[in-house]
């Protein structure tokens, strides 16, 4: 059984001192892709709230949303709900990496947080009921990390 937890959309527009900055569309992001548990309809809703706008490949299984305000952004979503990306064009992986930490320990011990390695040898976050967050460089073949970029990998069990 997947729960999904819904943050309410209020507390991810206060995630930043400005909505149009990067860093507040790449925390609302990972907030989303988190609180959502791979759920693409839910994190439509929930960035939807926020301006966000999206389409979907459903050849493709995935969808995409945007935030209205830049092009720096962007979430993509597996529509079978086995995984989401917030990936940065602008940000390091580094500050995202520690965007993910503060809202993971701003839930209070919610998530039983193990940390690894994936096959690549990247930051791998374990968050209990096998769901799994790798921290990488964002674009289209991914390193473990950038100075300019970023990308959070959600991955979750499909049941």
Do not use: H
Not at 54 to 70: F, L, S
Not at 125 to 138: C, E, N, Q, R
């Amino acid at each position: 059984m997947r729960i999904i937890l819904v943050i309410p959309a209020v507390f991810i527009a206060l995630t930043g001192a400005s909505l149009a900055s990067p860093a507040s569309e790449m925390q609302q992001a990972i907030a989303a892709c988190l609180y959502n548990g791979g759920d693409a309809q839910s994190t439509y809703e929930t960035l939807s709230e926020l301006g966000w706008e999206g389409d979907a490949d459903d050849e493709a299984g995935v969808g995409y949303i945007y935030p209205a305000t830049g092009e720096n952004t962007v979430v993509t979503v597996a529509l079978d709900g086995s995984w989401c990306n917030a990936e940065s064009f602008v940000q390091s992986s580094e500050d995202s990496a520690m965007q993910l930490l503060g809202l993971i320990e701003g839930e209070g011990g919610n998530y039983d947080v193990s940390y690894d390695k994936d096959e690549m040898g990247c930051t791998q976050f374990g968050l209990g009921d096998g769901w799994k967050v790798t921290v990488l460089s964002g674009g289209q073949d991914p390193i473990c990390g950038a100075a300019d970029n970023s990308a959070i990998r959600f991955e979750f069990p499909i049941e």
